[in-house]
Structure formats: C-alpha cells, structure tokens
C-alpha cells in the first residue's frame, strides 16, 4: 500500500527557515513523479507549490519559486520541502502527493491520486 507521511511542521517567525519531510513507502519514487501542495486556512482549493518526477525535474509556483526547493533522496525514499524567508501568507496545511503519471503532479490537485495526511506550518510576525 502506497502510504505518504509528512513531518517536520511547526511554528516560525516570518523570515525564519523550516524543512517539511515526507516519508514514502509502498512505491518506487523513481517510477512516480511527487509534489508538495498546500491549503490555506478557509481555503478549499489546494495549492501546487513545486514538483519533481522521476528524472529530477522540477516545477515551482511563481508564489514560492527561489523560496522553496524540492529535493528527494531516492535512498531514503523521503520528499524534503526546504523553505527559506517564510511569511505570513505561507500560514498552511502542507501536504505530499505522488502521481505514477509523470505530467499529474505539475497539475492541479485533482490530478493527483495519492495524499499524505498534511503537516501544519504556522508563520507569525
């Protein structure tokens, strides 16, 4: 059974650093492309903040790009989210999503079929 864990939320200053995990098992990484997205509070829609797949490609959203940064490690079948001079508008449900279609994870989250249980980030002044 494919099965996502995230870890790694909390609460930080605005400017301040936090790394978010996401531990894989079930599936080969290599063979699914993965994603982090995040759900604002009152908002239903999930956001898709960056992706990798199966080359190590990757995608980020304009709202986090030379923020953030997607990394797998392929040994460890983990999903890291590193993310630099946070803000308040980064306050979010952060979640992990893999895909066995490549192009699925650069999409919206209806596309995409398997879901971790989210982790909260928390960004005050």
């Known amino acids: 059974e494919l099965q996502l864990v995230e870890s790694g939320g909390g609460s930080v200053q605005a400017g301040e650093s936090l790394t978010l995990s996401c531990a894989a098992s079930g599936f080969t990484s290599r063979r699914y492309c993965l994603a982090w997205f995040r759900q604002i509070p009152g908002i239903s829609v999930r956001e898709n903040l960056a992706s990798i797949d199966g080359d190590g490609r990757t995608t980020y959203a304009e709202s986090v790009k030379g923020r953030f940064s997607i990394l797998k490690d392929t040994d460890k079948e983990t999903l890291y989210l590193q993310m630099n001079n946070l803000q308040l508008e980064d306050t979010a449900m952060y979640y992990c999503?893999?895909?066995?279609?490549?192009?699925?994870?650069?999409?919206?989250?209806?596309?995409?079929?398997?879901w971790g249980q989210g982790t909260r980030v928390t960004v005050s002044s």
């Open positions: 999503a893999a895909d066995w279609r490549p192009g699925n994870c650069r999409g919206g989250a209806g596309l995409v079929g398997h």
